[in-house]
């Protein structure tokens, strides 16, 4: 653990006393880079307080004003609403839920199997997350959790089993002046190899804010050979390169896909894989225009 988390995590022990004594949640949860112990001095502080009822505003502004928190930004909702400030020089974001809106999100996951959610995010904020308060209840949660459904694993999979392929025609991309196209593509195709080896590996994702991609591909256990290494690479190459690159990892990543899910349908994601496009040639006389 950095010394930041250390930190950061005592911090978080007087944020989450606050609220205690001034909101009364039932539970409060650490989560982001400080629970997992690898923040850094330029990290903020992420916490989640669960409650039966949501706090009144007076509630809230005394839990800060306990605390000493300025530059307050409040974003508020019916069933959750967030709070942001900086408290000694550090920037705080602190999430209030009902207890029945998280566990209505966390069975949008766990019962109805919905893919590519934020919900996921959450979960995996849930798993790595330190309990300030309320053990049992983060811990009950914690155990539901950890039981990834088969049938999430397989939504997962078929969702983010698609990739455009940059490899067909890798030449013309300086020619269509299509730079930020180019990146884009090579994003979503990155995202999506991620995506669908995530529900293979059964490992709850969600592309918003991605980070740590290190931590994440060394979770898993089916995956293509020096994973990480390789997605970084393709942002470093130039387009002939990263086409090809992308295209073998799509073409691995399609036979775990029929190796450990055959269920699956990859025939469509395939079409493209080993084929390229040929520039047409100009023929001696153009053919007639005459209706």
Excluded at 154 to 165: D, G, K, N, R, S
Aim: proline share 4%; aromatic share 8%; with cysteine.
């Amino acid at each position: 653990m950095t010394e930041a988390s250390r930190y950061l995590i005592a911090i978080a022990a007087d944020v989450a006393a606050a609220y205690v004594d001034t909101t009364g949640p039932r539970a409060v949860l650490l989560t982001g880079s400080a629970a997992e112990g690898v923040s850094d001095y330029h990290s903020d502080l992420d916490l989640i307080a669960y409650y039966d009822r949501l706090p009144i505003e007076d509630q809230l502004e005394a839990a800060r004003d306990s605390l000493q928190a300025i530059d307050v930004r409040v974003s508020p909702g019916r069933e959750a609403l967030l709070e942001e400030y900086a408290l000694r020089g550090i920037e705080c974001q602190v999430a209030h839920i009902t207890i029945f809106s998280w566990e209505r999100n966390m069975a949008s996951v766990l019962e109805e199997c919905t893919p590519a959610t934020n919900a996921q995010k959450a979960i995996n904020g849930l798993l790595d997350g330190h309990s300030l308060h309320g053990d049992d209840l983060i811990q009950g949660w914690k155990d539901r959790a950890a039981a990834y459904p088969d049938g999430l694993a397989m939504a997962t999979v078929e969702h983010y089993l698609q990739f455009f392929p940059l490899w067909l025609a890798a030449e013309r991309w300086d020619a269509r002046d299509a730079t930020i196209f180019y990146h884009q593509m090579l994003v979503d195709s990155s995202l999506n190899l991620l995506g669908v080896l995530a529900g293979l590996n059964r490992l709850y994702f969600s592309t918003f804010q991605f980070k740590r991609l290190d931590r994440f591909v060394s979770e898993m256990h089916s995956k293509p050979a020096r994973l990480a290494v390789h997605l970084n690479s393709l942002f470093a190459l130039d387009p002939v390169d990263a086409g090809a690159e992308l295209e073998r990892l799509v073409d691995e990543t399609l036979t775990l896909v029929e190796t450990h899910m055959p269920i699956v349908n990859t025939k469509p994601s395939r079409r493209h894989v080993g084929k390229r496009h040929d520039p047409w040639t100009r023929t001696a006389r153009p053919p007639s225009t005459e209706l």
